[in-house]
C-alpha cells in the first residue's frame, strides 16, 4: 500500500503552481453550460450533499457527446458516482462521471503504481484482493477504490471514508460516511428515481435503523426513458425537453424561465450555433471553422470576441485595439506574456514545471524554492525579501517565517483541521470542531471562548455565545438553508425572506424597518421599495441594458441618474441631471487616464508594471511616483521638486523624508507600529511609542508632545476607558449588549431598541421613519440642531442653535461636490474615494495620500503650480493626523482627539495658522456643525456613532450605527461597516462584516487609477480558449 502523499508526488498542490488537468466543466465553458472547444452542452447541477468531515456533492451532469448513454439517470445524463473501471489485458480504462476514457497501464506486483500524466491521476494495487485504487490529485487529494471495476469506497488522505453499499441488483443503494449519514438512492427498475438523505438511528437494544430525513431530490422520466423533471426538497421542480435524439432543447427553470438551445449537426456529434433564454436579457451565438475551432462568440450589444490559433493554441486574443501575445512551452505553461504596451512579463519552469522564477518588465524578479513534493521552501520577494515555510509528514504548513524574521506556528488533528495558531509573539489561538469539522469553541490569545451551536438537521451555526454570554441567533427558514433570522444580543430580530431562487425578496432590520425587492427574470433588481415606520414608501428604479449593466436609475423624488458604457463595458459618463456630469476615458488596457468632474479634470499615466506614475491635479499641479524593483514606492515629486522620500523594508516603511523633518518607523513581531520618532537633522524633536496587549488591542502610547494615554477593553475588545496622564483626565464607557456605546455612570438607557440612540446625559435625540437622525436637543435651555435628508437618505441640510443654515450636494456616486455655509460655497474633486481638492471663496487645497489608502501625506495649500504650498501629515498608528509641519519642520497645526475622534482643546496659539480637516481615515470635520463626513456617511464624535444607518445594510454589520468595533484599532475610511488595519501597514483596509446578505443594486463604483498589475505564479491553469478580458489570472502583484 502506497503513502497518499507518495502516489501524489508527481504534480505540485500548492497554488503557486498550478497543474493543467484534463478539461472539466467549468474550464471549458466560458460562464455559460455550451463548451467552447466542442459546442456540446456541458451542464451540471449539484442535487444534494452529505455532509461530514469528507463532504460529497451528489452532482448530475448532462452532456450532448453521451446521449447514446444511458447511466441510470436517462439519456445523456449521469451523477458523480457514476464512474468504473474496465480491465482490457494490459490496459485500465477509467470511464469518469463525464464518460471521459482514460487509459492507464494495468498496475501488477511488479509495478504496482501507474500514473496517466496529462489527467494528473495515477492508479495503484490496494490492499484487499483485486483492490484497484484511483487517485486524483487537487487541492484536496481523492481516492477511489473500485474493486472488480465497481466503486466501493472514497477516502481522502487522512483515511476518512465514504462507503458505497449495494442493492441485490448491484446498483447504487447507500453514500455512507461512517458518521451516521447517509445518501439513499432510490430507484424504478433501473433509473433512479430519488436520493434521500438519512440519519442512522441508535436505539440501546432496540432495532437500529436508517431514518429519511429529506428527499433531497426525485427525478420523473418520460416513456422514452429520457429524465423529464427533477423536483428538490421544497417542490420546485426543473422541466427538460429534448430532440428525437436526446439532445436537449429547453430547460425550464423552477421560476418559470427558459433556457434554450439551437445545433448544427445531430446526436453526439451535434455542435451548439445559438444560446439564448426567455428572457431578452441573454442570447450568445457561436461561429465555428471547419476544423472545430470556435473562431467567434458573439453576444448581444457587446464586441465581438474573437479567436485565433497557431498549434492549437490562441496566440493573440484581441480586444478593443488591445494586442495581448503569449508564448508557451512544450507543455502548454506560458513562458512569456506581452502586453498592449509592448511589456514583456517572463516565466521560468524547472524540469518538473515548477515555477522557478517570474521577471516582470521593470526587470524585478520573484523566485521560488520548491522540495520533491511540490511544497514550498523559499520565496524571495521582487525586493529581495525572504520569506520560509515548512511541513509535516502529511505536507501541512506547520511554520511560516516571514521577510522579517517573524515566525507563525501551525498546529493540525488528525483529519488536518487547523486547532492552533502560535503567533510571532508566542500568543496563542485555538479551536475546536465537532465531527463535521464546523468550529465549536474558538479561544483568542488571551484563553477567552466563543463557543458555537449548531442546528442538529442542517449542521448550521444555530447561536454564538460570547465570550461576555451574550449571545447571537440564527433561523435558517428557506428551502436552500439561506439565513432567513438573526436575533441580536438584546432579542431584536433582523428577518430575510428570499424568492424561490434564493434572491432577497425583503428584509426587515433590528428596529422593524423593510425594505423589498423585485427582479427580472435574470435576477438583477428592478425595483427597490424602502418603507418608513408610517407606511410611507421610498421606490428606486433601475433600468439596465441585456448585458445587465445599470443604464438608468430612478431616484425616488424622481430624479434620474444615466449611466453610459464603451463598447467594451467600461463605465464613460454618469449624469444625474443636476449640472455636473462625469466622464471617463481609458487607454488600450481599460485603465483609466482621464476623469472630468465638472470644472476639474484628472489625468493618470502609468509605468511599465501597471503602478501609478503621474497625476494631474485640477490645479495643473503634477505629482509623479517613483517605485524600486519590486514596487516600493521611493519617493514622489511636485512639479519637479521633490515631495517627500521613502524607505522601505520587506513592504514596511522604515524612514520617511518631509521638507526637512525625518521620520523613522519600527515595529513589533506582527508588524504593528511600535514607534514613529521626528527628527531634524539628526536633533530628535519628538516622539511617540505605542504597546498592545496581548490580544492585540492598543494598551498606550507614550507621546512625548501630548503625555501618555493609557486604554483598557471589555471582553469583547470594546474600548472601556482611556486615561490621559498629563493632564490626569479620564475617559469612560459602556456598551449595552448590541454593541452600542454609552457613557459610564451617566443617565440614559441601558439597552438602545433597535439600535437607536434616544437620549445620552443632558442630548435627546430624534429620528425620522427611515431611521435617520434629523434632531439633537443638548442642555437646558435646549439647544436644537436640526439634520435634512434627501431621498437616498443623504445629508442635504444642518440648521444649528445659533441659526446658521447649512447645505451639502453629491454627485452621482454620493461624494460631496459642495456644501454652503452662509452663503459661502466649497467644492470638492475626487479621485475614486479619496478626496482630492477642495476649493472656497478664500482658500485652494489639495490632498495626497499614502498610494492605494486614504492615510494622508500632505496637504498643498494654494492653488496652482506657482502657488501651491506643501504642509506635511504626522499620523499616528492609525493614519489620524497629529501634526501638520512646513517644509523647515515647524508645527502649523496639531490636535489632541477623544477616544472617539473629536478634537479636544484647539489650540489658537500663533504656530498654528492653519487649518486641517482630516481626522480619522476618510473623515473630514466640517466646522459648522462638528460632524465628520466620511464619504458614505456622516459621523458624530460626540457620540461616537453615524447619523443614519449603514447603506450596505447587513454587509456592513449588525449594528448600523456603529463607527467600528473600537476606535483605537479600527477605521472605516468609507463609512459603510468597521475595518480593521492589516498587520504591517495600521490603519488600512481589511473588511469587518458581519452580516452574510447583501442585495446587488448593480450600481458601478467610481472609476479610479488601477492597482499594479497582477501577473499569474504559473501559465495559467484555464484552457487556452477561455482566457478571457484579464487574459491572465489575477494571483501576484508587483506591488
Not at 427533477?230 to 430532440?243: F, H, K, P, V
Not at 479561544?443 to 463557543?451: A, M, P, Q, W, Y
Not at 454564538?464 to 431584536?492: F, M, Q, T
Request: with cysteine; glycine share 8%; aromatic share 10%.
Amino acid at each position: 500500500m502506497f503513502d497518499p502523499q507518495e502516489v501524489l508526488a508527481f504534480p505540485t498542490s500548492s497554488p503557486l503552481t498550478r497543474v493543467h488537468r484534463t478539461e472539466t466543466v467549468e474550464r471549458t465553458t466560458h460562464s455559460c453550460p455550451v463548451s467552447m472547444v466542442t459546442g456540446e452542452v456541458l451542464l451540471t447541477l449539484t442535487d444534494g450533499t452529505l455532509d461530514g468531515v469528507l463532504p460529497f456533492d451528489f452532482t448530475r451532469l448532462y452532456r450532448t457527446s453521451a446521449v447514446e448513454l444511458d447511466s441510470g439517470l436517462g439519456f445523456g445524463w449521469s451523477h458523480s458516482l457514476s464512474q468504473h473501471l474496465e480491465l482490457h489485458g494490459e490496459q485500465v480504462l477509467w470511464i469518469d462521471p463525464e464518460n471521459r476514457r482514460t487509459p492507464f497501464p494495468r498496475p501488477t506486483a511488479a509495478r504496482p503504481l501507474t500514473h496517466n500524466s496529462l489527467s494528473q491521476a495515477a492508479v495503484y494495487l490496494g490492499e484487499a484482493p483485486d483492490e484497484l485504487i484511483l487517485a486524483l490529485a487537487g487541492d484536496v487529494a481523492r481516492f477511489y477504490h473500485f474493486r472488480d471495476g465497481r466503486l466501493g469506497a472514497i477516502s481522502d488522505a487522512y483515511g476518512n471514508r465514504l462507503t458505497i453499499q449495494r442493492d441485490h441488483f448491484d446498483r447504487i443503494q447507500r453514500l455512507d460516511n461512517g458518521a451516521d449519514r447517509a445518501l439513499l438512492l432510490r430507484y424504478d427498475l433501473k433509473h433512479l428515481v430519488a436520493v434521500d438523505y438519512q440519519v442512522f438511528q441508535r436505539r440501546g437494544s432496540e432495532a437500529q435503523t436508517w431514518r429519511t430525513e429529506q428527499t433531497l431530490v426525485s427525478y420523473r422520466y418520460d416513456a422514452r426513458q429520457r429524465l423529464i423533471e427533477a423536483t428538490n426538497a421544497a417542490g420546485e421542480s426543473e422541466r427538460y425537453d429534448y430532440d428525437e435524439q436526446h439532445v436537449i432543447l429547453q430547460r425550464q427553470l423552477a421560476g418559470g424561465a427558459s433556457v434554450f438551445w439551437a445545433w448544427e449537426r445531430s446526436g453526439k456529434a451535434a455542435r451548439c450555433i445559438r444560446y439564448w433564454a426567455s428572457f431578452a436579457q441573454m442570447e450568445v451565438r457561436y461561429i465555428w471553422d471547419d476544423q472545430g475551432h470556435l473562431i467567434a462568440l458573439l453576444a448581444p450589444d457587446e464586441a465581438p470576441m474573437s479567436y485565433e490559433y497557431r498549434h492549437g493554441f490562441p496566440h493573440t486574443r484581441p480586444h478593443s485595439q488591445a494586442r495581448w501575445s503569449y508564448r508557451r512551452n512544450a507543455q502548454g505553461d506560458i513562458t512569456a506574456v506581452t502586453d498592449p504596451d509592448g511589456q514583456i512579463t517572463r516565466y521560468f519552469y524547472d524540469p518538473q514545471g515548477r515555477l522557478l522564477t517570474i521577471r516582470f518588465p521593470d526587470q524585478s524578479s520573484h523566485q521560488f524554492v520548491w522540495n520533491a513534493l511540490g511544497q514550498l521552501l523559499e520565496e524571495t520577494l521582487p525586493d529581495g525579501a525572504l520569506r520560509t515555510f515548512s511541513y509535516d509528514a502529511l505536507g501541512r504548513r506547520i511554520t511560516q517565517q516571514d521577510e522579517h524574521g517573524a515566525i507563525t506556528g501551525y498546529e493540525w488533528d488528525a483529519v488536518g483541521r487547523l486547532t492552533q495558531t502560535t503567533l510571532p509573539t508566542g500568543a496563542r489561538r485555538a479551536w475546536r470542531y465537532n465531527a463535521y469539522s464546523q468550529v465549536t469553541a474558538k479561544t483568542d490569545e488571551l484563553g477567552r471562548v466563543t463557543r458555537y451551536e449548531y442546528t442538529d438537521d442542517l449542521h448550521l451555526v444555530s447561536r454564538r455565545i460570547n465570550p461576555d454570554g451574550s449571545a447571537l441567533k440564527y433561523r435558517y427558514d428557506h428551502v436552500h438553508l439561506l439565513l432567513s433570522e438573526i436575533d441580536n444580543e438584546v432579542g431584536d430580530t433582523y428577518r430575510l425572506d428570499y424568492t424561490p431562487g434564493g434572491l432577497i425578496r425583503q428584509e426587515t432590520g433590528f428596529d422593524g424597518r423593510r425594505t423589498a425587492y423585485s427582479y427580472d427574470f435574470n435576477g438583477q433588481l428592478m425595483e427597490k421599495t424602502e418603507f418608513g415606520d408610517d407606511g410611507s414608501q421610498l421606490v428606486t428604479g433601475y433600468q439596465r441594458d441585456s448585458a445587465g449593466r445599470l443604464l438608468v436609475k430612478t431616484l425616488p423624488d424622481g430624479l434620474k441618474v444615466e449611466y453610459r458604457y464603451d463598447n467594451f463595458g467600461q463605465l464613460i459618463s454618469v449624469d444625474d441631471g443636476q449640472g455636473r456630469p462625469l466622464e471617463f476615458e481609458y487607454d488600450s488596457q481599460g485603465r483609466l487616464i482621464t476623469e472630468h468632474q465638472g470644472s476639474g479634470t484628472l489625468r493618470y499615466g502609468y509605468d511599465p508594471c501597471g503602478r501609478l506614475k503621474r497625476i494631474h491635479l485640477p490645479d495643473a499641479c503634477v505629482l509623479v511616483y517613483h517605485h524600486a524593483k519590486g514596487g516600493a514606492l521611493t519617493a514622489i515629486d511636485l512639479n519637479g521638486t521633490r515631495l517627500t522620500s521613502h524607505r522601505f523594508v520587506g513592504r514596511r516603511e522604515q524612514q520617511r523624508q518631509q521638507g526637512l523633518l525625518l521620520s523613522d518607523y519600527a515595529y513589533d513581531e506582527q508588524g504593528r507600529l511600535q514607534a514613529h520618532a521626528v527628527s531634524q537633522k539628526q536633533r530628535p524633536l519628538y516622539h511617540r511609542e505605542y504597546a498592545y496587549s496581548t490580544k492585540g488591542n492598543l494598551l498606550q502610547i507614550a507621546d512625548s508632545r501630548h503625555g501618555s494615554r493609557r486604554y483598557q477593553y471589555d471582553a469583547l475588545d470594546r474600548l472601556t476607558g482611556v486615561r490621559h496622564a498629563r493632564d490626569q483626565s479620564t475617559e469612560n464607557f459602556t456598551h449595552d449588549p448590541a454593541g452600542n456605546l454609552l457613557i459610564h455612570d451617566r443617565p440614559g438607557p441601558r439597552v438602545l431598541q433597535g439600535n437607536r440612540l434616544r437620549r445620552r446625559c443632558d442630548s435627546h435625540y430624534d429620528y425620522d421613519v427611515f431611521g435617520n437622525l434629523i434632531r439633537e436637543c443638548r442642555g437646558m435651555p435646549p439647544q436644537v440642531t436640526e439634520y435634512t435628508y434627501d431621498s437616498q437618505h443623504r445629508l442635504i441640510g444642518v440648521s444649528t442653535p445659533d441659526g446658521r443654515s447649512v447645505s451639502y450636494r453629491y454627485d452621482a456616486f454620493g461624494r460631496r461636490i459642495r456644501k454652503t455655509v452662509d452663503g459661502q460655497i466649497t467644492q470638492f474633486f475626487w479621485q475614486g474615494d479619496q478626496l482630492i481638492a477642495e476649493s472656497g471663496p478664500r482658500h485652494y487645497r489639495s490632498y495626497v495620500y499614502e498610494p492605494d489608502t486614504l492615510r494622508p501625506l500632505a496637504l498643498l495649500d494654494g492653488k496652482g503650480r506657482a502657488d501651491a504650498c506643501p504642509f506635511y501629515y504626522q499620523l499616528d498608528h492609525l493614519g489620524t493626523p497629529q501634526e501638520l509641519t512646513s517644509y523647515a519642520g515647524a508645527i502649523v497645526w496639531s490636535a489632541k482627539y477623544t477616544a472617539h475622534g473629536k478634537r479636544r482643546e484647539p489650540s489658537h496659539s500663533d504656530d498654528e495658522r492653519l487649518e486641517q480637516p482630516l481626522r480619522f481615515q476618510g473623515q473630514y470635520f466640517d466646522a459648522e456643525s462638528g460632524l465628520h463626513y466620511n464619504r458614505h456617511r456622516y459621523y458624530h464624535p460626540d457620540i461616537g456613532r453615524y447619523l443614519t444607518q449603514d447603506p450596505v445594510k447587513l454587509a456592513g454589520g449588525l449594528n448600523p450605527y456603529r463607527y467600528t468595533r473600537n476606535p483605537t484599532g479600527w477605521v472605516s475610511p468609507s463609512g459603510l461597516g468597521g475595518n480593521c488595519p492589516q498587520a504591517n501597514k495600521p490603519g488600512c483596509l481589511a473588511t469587518d462584516r458581519e452580516g452574510v446578505a447583501k442585495v446587488d443594486e448593480g450600481e458601478p463604483d467610481a472609476p479610479a487609477p488601477k492597482p499594479p498589475n497582477k501577473y499569474l505564479y504559473r501559465g495559467d491553469s484555464r484552457k487556452p480558449w477561455e482566457i478571457d478580458e484579464t487574459a491572465i489570472e489575477p494571483i501576484g502583484s508587483t506591488a
